[in-house]
């Protein structure tokens, strides 16, 4: 299994928001979360010293305009890293993603046929599950959640996952987190995921609140 670690700090830019946690500097914060209803959110310490945020992503499946608008939201927060969960499909999706800030890393999901095309765009991409461990975390990245043993997953922090189209935050240990679809193909709602692995905060964003004119 293949895995990734690194024990930086990002800087911490808290100005207490209770949106961005201040990664934006204009305030009111222009995060593009949506209304409460878009949203879910599960909160652990309100204490901020440092932030990690990361952003999640899956299941883009050739949508160009959503990739384009996550690519959008993500520069947006400042974030330091970006996870996908699989099913890019074809490599020209892929090079829209490449536009992101963030260090970007991610496995493949099951309907990525053209792995050789995939890499020669992107060497970061990897067999599930992989390994990850950033801020003292260790996460598990795959695309199909079915594919974790129970062995595999003890002592492991988060678990993030792709596959259903279906938005889920699940706190426990491990802390579960599907970003939905980013594509918006099954479910008509373009969803990504952010997670604060200083606080343990995690949130699901809705898309459609983003001005394609941005883009």
């Not at 901020?48 to 305009?65: C, R």
């Not at 536009?99 to 099951?110: H, I, P, Q, S, T």
Request: glycine share 8%; proline share 4%; with cysteine.
């Amino acid at each position: 299994m293949s895995s990734y670690s690194d024990t930086g700090y990002s800087e911490c830019f808290d100005r207490n928001c209770v949106i961005c946690g201040g990664a934006i500097a204009i305030h009111p914060c222009q995060c593009f979360y949506g209304p409460l209803s878009d949203r879910i959110k599960i909160t652990g310490t309100r204490e901020k010293t440092f932030l990690m945020k990361i952003g999640i992503i899956a299941d883009t499946h050739d949508n160009i305009l959503a990739i384009k608008k996550a690519v959008y939201f993500f520069n947006t927060l400042g974030l330091k890293y970006v996870i996908h969960a699989g099913d890019y499909v074809a490599p020209f999706a892929l090079k829209e993603l490449m536009n992101l800030k963030a260090k970007f890393m991610g496995v493949f999901g099951n309907n990525d046929g053209e792995r050789r095309g995939l890499h020669s765009i992107c060497k970061s991409i990897y067999e599930p599950p992989y390994d990850i461990l950033l801020h003292g975390k260790h996460i598990i990245v795959t695309h199909m959640l079915e594919s974790l043993s129970k062995r595999s997953m003890m002592n492991t922090d988060v678990v993030i996952s792709a596959h259903t189209h279906v938005p889920e935050i699940k706190l426990g240990s491990p802390f579960y987190i599907n970003p939905g679809e980013c594509c918006g193909w099954l479910n008509n709602r373009s969803t990504v995921a952010v997670l604060n692995l200083e606080t343990f905060d995690a949130e699901i964003v809705n898309l459609s609140m983003i001005s394609s004119d941005k883009c």
